[in-house]
């Protein structure tokens, strides 16, 4: 069963996967984006980089940029609506602690990367720091220590 923060990030992704962008590693993958968007090899005037192999057309930066302050807006919308930490913000930290097994590493950073989070905001918002420490409950189930803190 798929909690709360799941379901809005697989809409999201779907979102995503509909955008009109490529991720080329090699030249024949390169070629092949640029003859779908009927652009020549060396047009590439008309793309822009997006990181990790990502391409998209300059003509859709625009879209692009609003398409992730949009799934930002959102998701920031959600955790602010949880002002306990038990729905949303608990769904997300449990995931994302399972997505970088956190109940193996007990490291926190890349959980916090993946959000957009600091120590820092979980430490000055009550339902993060509750959210969290549920969610760390969860994941570590029976080797969760009660002196763990923060």
């Known amino acids: 069963m798929k909690n709360k923060y799941d379901e809005i990030k697989e809409k999201h992704q779907k ?3 509909e955008f009109p962008l490529m991720f080329a590693f090699n ?3 390169f070629e092949n984006g640029m003859k779908k968007w009927g652009l ?3 047009d590439t005037d008309k793309i822009y980089s997006i990181g990790g192999g ?3 057309r300059k003509a859709d930066l625009e ?3 609003k398409l992730w302050n949009d799934i930002r807006k959102e998701h ?3 955790i602010k609506a949880d002002k306990t930490g038990e729905g949303y913000i608990k769904d997300m930290f449990v995931s994302e602690l399972e997505n970088h097994e956190y109940a193996y590493t007990y490291e926190l950073d890349d959980t916090l990367d993946a959000l957009e989070l600091t120590i820092e905001d979980i430490e000055n918002n009550s339902a993060l720091k509750h959210g969290l420490e549920i969610a760390i409950k969860k994941v570590l189930g029976n080797n969760y220590d009660d002196d763990y803190e923060l």
């Open 63 to 65: 879209a692009y940029n």
């Open 54 to 56: 990502g391409v998209i």
């Open 15 to 17: 979102r995503v996967n």
């Open 40 to 42: 020549e090899p060396n």
């Open 27 to 29: 030249q024949e993958q």
């Open 76 to 78: 920031n919308e959600l």
